[in-house]
C-alpha cells in the first residue's frame, strides 16, 4: 500500500466517490478551508496509514489460516491414506492420483474417495480378524479348561493379509492339538497303568485323585477334560510314580548291597541265602523293563529291610567291641593330658547307632580314627603348657617342705642327716623363688592357646588360668604375711631390749596389749 501522503492537486470530478483517493482529495480541501496545520496533517495521515494497513494484515492472517488448515487436512488425509495401506500391508491403491495437481481444495477432492475406500475395505478386513479370533479364543479356553469371557483385541496397526493367514494357522494348530490332547491323556494312562502294576498299587485309584472322567467306563455325557491343568497333574503324577519307583529300586539296590555284605562279614550260608537270590536280581536291573508285575511292591522291600536289620543286628556285638577298644585309646590319652573327655555325646550317639544297626563299619572306623586324631593334636598342643605345669606342681610340692622345715627348723637340725635337710631346704629356697616366674610364663603360655584355640584350657576338669590366678593371689597373701610377721617380730626385739631399763615401759605396754587383746 502506498503512502498517503498528498504531493500534489487532483480535481475530485476525475476520482471516484468510493476511492480512497477521492477521500483523501476531499479530506484536503476541508483542510485547506479550515486551515489545519501541516504537522496536524502528517499525523492524521500517518494514523490513517496505521488503519489501513492492520486491515489489511487481518485478511491476510485470515487467508492464512484458511491455506494452513486447507495443508493440514490434506496431509491428515494422506497420513491417513497410507496408514491403511501400511496397516493392510498393501503397497499401493489404483484409484488414488500418483502426483497431486490444482489447488488444495482441488487436491483434496481428489484423495477423498480413495480414502473412503481403504476404510471400506479397513472394516471388512477388521471383521475378519475378529471372526479368526474370535474362533482361536473359543478353542484355547476350551483347552485351557476356563470359561470364554475375555473380550476380543485385534491389532489394528497389523491387518495385512499375512497376519490374518498366520491367524489363521494358528487356528488350524489349535483344532489339532484338541485332537492331539486325548492321544496324549490316554499316554498318560498307559504309563500310569503300568508303574501302579509295578508297585503293586491300585491305577483306577490313581486316576480319580486327578480326575473322576480319566476312568474307563465314565459317563459318556462326561468330556474328558485335556485342560493343561489335567496334563500337568497326569504329568506331575506320572513323574511321581517314576520317582517312586527309582527310589524304589534304589532301596531295593542298597538293601541288596547291603545284605550282601553282611552276608560276607557274618559268612551266611547258601540256604539262608536262596530266598533272597530274585530280590538280589532285581536289585542289579537298571531299567524297568525287565521288572514283572508287584516285583517293587512294599511288602517286598519290607522283606528284605526286615533282613538287613536282624543281620545288622548281629553285626552290632563286634561293632561295640571295636568301637571300645578305639573309645579306651581316647581315655588313655586324655587321662595322660589331663584332658577333659572329648565327644563324649557324638561316641554316645554312635554307640546308640551301634545298637540301632544303622552304621556302615567303614564309616565307624573312620569317625573314631578321627577323634583320635583330634584328640592327639590337641594333647600335642598342650605339652609344652603340660610340661609346666608338672614343673609348677613339683616346685609346690618343694615349697610345701620348705614351709613344714621352716616351721620346725630346729627339729631337722638335730635329727639324723641333717646337712642333707640343710641342702634340700636351699635348693627348695631356689626353686621357690622361680615359682612366681614360671606361673607368669605358664599363665601367658595359656591364654595364647586359649585365644589360638578359642576354648578354654581345663586340668583336670578346672580351668587352669583361673587355678595359676589363685596361687597367685594366695602367694601375694603369703608374702604379706610373712613380711607382718617379720615387722612385729622386728618391733618385738626391740621392745625388750628396752624393757630391761625402763620399767615403767613394760607396765605401760602390759596394759596396752590387754587391752587391744580383749578389744580384738
Known amino acids: 500500500m502506498g503512502s498517503l501522503k498528498m504531493t500534489g492537486k487532483a480535481p475530485c470530478a476525475a476520482l471516484p466517490e468510493s476511492s480512497c483517493a477521492y477521500l483523501l482529495q476531499e479530506l484536503k480541501m476541508i483542510w485547506d478551508e479550515v486551515g489545519q496545520e501541516e504537522n496536524e496533517r502528517e499525523r492524521i495521515l500517518q494514523e490513517i496509514e496505521q488503519e489501513c494497513q492492520e486491515v489489511y494484515r487481518r485478511k491476510v492472517n485470515s487467508a492464512n489460516m484458511s491455506r494452513i488448515q486447507l495443508h493440514q487436512a490434506l496431509a491428515e488425509s494422506e497420513a491417513e491414506f497410507t496408514n491403511l495401506l501400511l496397516s ?17 481444495k482441488e487436491q483434496l477432492n481428489s484423495i477423498t474417495p480413495a480414502l473412503q475406500e481403504m476404510q471400506m475395505r479397513k472394516e471388512a478386513r477388521l471383521k475378519q480378524f475378529i471372526e479368526v479370533q474370535t474362533e482361536i479364543q473359543r478353542i484355547a479356553s476350551e483347552i485351557a479348561g476356563r470359561p470364554e469371557n475375555e473380550a476380543i483385541t485385534v491389532n489394528q496397526e497389523d491387518l495385512s493379509l499375512k497376519k490374518l493367514e498366520e491367524h489363521q494357522s494358528e487356528l488350524q494348530r489349535l483344532k489339532r492339538e484338541k485332537s492331539d490332547r486325548l492321544c496324549k491323556v490316554e499316554e498318560y494312562k498307559v504309563l ?12 483306577s485309584k490313581i486316576l480319580s485323585n486327578v480326575h473322576t472322567s480319566l476312568l474307563d467306563g465314565a459317563n459318556d455325557q462326561q468330556t474328558k477334560n485335556i485342560s493343561d491343568d489335567i496334563l500337568n497333574k497326569l504329568n506331575t503324577m506320572v513323574q511321581q510314580l517314576k520317582e517312586e519307583k527309582n527310589q524304589r529300586m534304589d532301596k531295593l539296590h542298597s538293601l541288596g548291597k547291603a545284605l550282601t555284605k553282611l552276608w560276607n562279614i557274618l559268612d551266611t550260608n547258601m540256604e539262608e541265602r536262596r530266598p533272597y537270590g530274585e530280590i538280589k536280581i532285581y536289585s542289579m536291573t537298571s531299567g524297568s523293563s525287565m521288572l514283572g508285575p508287584g516285583s517293587l511292591t512294599l511288602e517286598t522291600i519290607q522283606k528284605i529291610e526286615s533282613e538287613v536289620q536282624r ?22 590319652i586324655c587321662k595322660k593330658s589331663h584332658m577333659d573327655m572329648p565327644y563324649q555325646t557324638e561316641m554316645n550317639k554312635i554307640m546308640d547307632v551301634i545298637m540301632s544297626g544303622d552304621v556302615d563299619h567303614d564309616d565307624l572306623l573312620k569317625t573314631m580314627d578321627e577323634y583320635i586324631y583330634k584328640v592327639k593334636e590337641e594333647a600335642t598342643s598342650r605339652k609344652e603348657i603340660m610340661d609346666k605345669v ?97 615387722t612385729q617380730h622386728k618391733l618385738q626385739s626391740s621392745i625388750k631390749q628396752r624393757l630391761q631399763y625402763q620399767p615403767w615401759l613394760k607396765y605401760y605396754l602390759e596394759q596396752q596389749t590387754s587391752y587391744y587383746g580383749s578389744t580384738t
Open 88 to 104: 493392510l500391508g498393501e503397497r499401493s491403491f489404483p484409484g488414488r492420483p500418483e502426483k497431486m495437481t490444482g489447488t488444495l
Open 192 to 203: 500310569i497303568h503300568n508303574y501302579a502294576k509295578i508297585m503293586g498299587m491300585d491305577p
Open 311 to 332: 543281620l545288622d543286628h548281629l553285626k552290632a556285638s563286634k561293632m561295640k567291641e571295636l568301637f571300645m577298644i578305639k573309645q579306651t585309646e581316647i581315655k588313655e
Open 390 to 486: 608338672e614343673k609348677w606342681m613339683a616346685s609346690c610340692d618343694e615349697e610345701r617342705w620348705l614351709e613344714e622345715y621352716s616351721r620346725d627348723e630346729r627339729r631337722y637340725s638335730i635329727s639324723r642327716g641333717a646337712h642333707k635337710h640343710l641342702k634340700r631346704a636351699e635348693r627348695a629356697r631356689i626353686i621357690v623363688n622361680k615359682i612366681p616366674g614360671l606361673v607368669e610364663l605358664l599363665m601367658a603360655k595359656t591364654e595364647i592357646w586359649e585365644q589360638e584355640r578359642e576354648k578354654v584350657f581345663y586340668y583336670d576338669e578346672l580351668p587352669l588360668l583361673a587355678m595359676l590366678k589363685d596361687y597367685m593371689l594366695t602367694l601375694k597373701e603369703k608374702e604379706e604375711e610373712k613380711y607382718r610377721q617379720w
